[in-house]
Each structure stands twice: as structure tokens, then as C-alpha cells.
């Protein structure tokens, strides 16, 4: 297993930026796609970008696109999630995740335990 630690988060105003750090353990982690997912209070755990091993494949949840931007830095064994004009409905508690590739797509399959989270509040 890979321990995973996120942070970047906050409150800020609809419209504002954030930028969400993870931050992996373990030599592996170059060899895995990541992906952020997030959980708004009362709801299920949604996925919301992925990136593939090599950083040149990445998806994205509809309601996150052209607005959201996912990133890595194996160097620093870390992910990141760069979220700009954030809206209220984002508000959520985000985490990231290792998740599968099948046939050189990415998957919303998780593999690790879930880290602590970081929070993001976005006020109107």
C-alpha cells in the first residue's frame, strides 16, 4: 500500500482558485495512474480527474471540466489538482487515490486506503 497525504485546501469565494497537493509514499508511485475524488457531505464519493502513469492521458468528471486541471510530479511523488472558478457545488472533501488502467484506460478503481482528506469550501 502507498500512504497518501492531500492538503491545499480551504475556504474561499465562488469564482476563486485552489490548488490540492497529494503526496505519495513509496518508489511505485511513478508506475501508477492517480486519481482525485471527492465527497460532499450526504453524498457518495465521486471521482473527479485521473492521470495516467506517464501524465499524458487524463480524465475528468463533466461537472469539473475546463475548470479543474490534474497534474503529477513523480519527482516528488506527488499529484496535484489545480481548481479554478470553483464553484459552491464543489464544496466537498477531496482525497486522491491510486486507481487501475485496463488496457491503457483509466478506471475509477481505487487500490489504497483513503487518506484523511483535505477540505474545500467555497462560499457564494
Known amino acids: 500500500q502507498v500512504q497518501l497525504v492531500e492538503s491545499g485546501g480551504g475556504l474561499i469565494q465562488a469564482g476563486g482558485s485552489l490548488r490540492l497537493s497529494c503526496a505519495a509514499s513509496?518508489?511505485?508511485?511513478?508506475?501508477?495512474?492517480m486519481g482525485w475524488f471527492r465527497q460532499a457531505p450526504g453524498k457518495e464519493r465521486e471521482f473527479v480527474a485521473g492521470?495516467?502513469?506517464?501524465?499524458?492521458?487524463?480524465k475528468y468528471a463533466d461537472s469539473v471540466k475546463g475548470r479543474f486541471t490534474i497534474s503529477r510530479d513523480d519527482a516528488k511523488n506527488a499529484v496535484y489538482l489545480q481548481m479554478n472558478n470553483l464553484k459552491p457545488e464543489d464544496t466537498a472533501v477531496y482525497y486522491c487515490?491510486?486507481?487501475?488502467?485496463?488496457?491503457?484506460?483509466?478506471?475509477?478503481?481505487?487500490?489504497?486506503?483513503w487518506g484523511q482528506g483535505t477540505q474545500v469550501i467555497v462560499s457564494s
Open positions: 513509496g518508489r511505485i508511485f511513478r508506475n501508477y495512474a
Open positions: 492521470i495516467n502513469y506517464s501524465g499524458e492521458r487524463t
Open positions: 487515490n491510486r486507481v487501475v488502467t485496463r488496457n491503457t484506460v483509466l478506471t475509477t478503481t481505487t487500490i489504497d486506503s
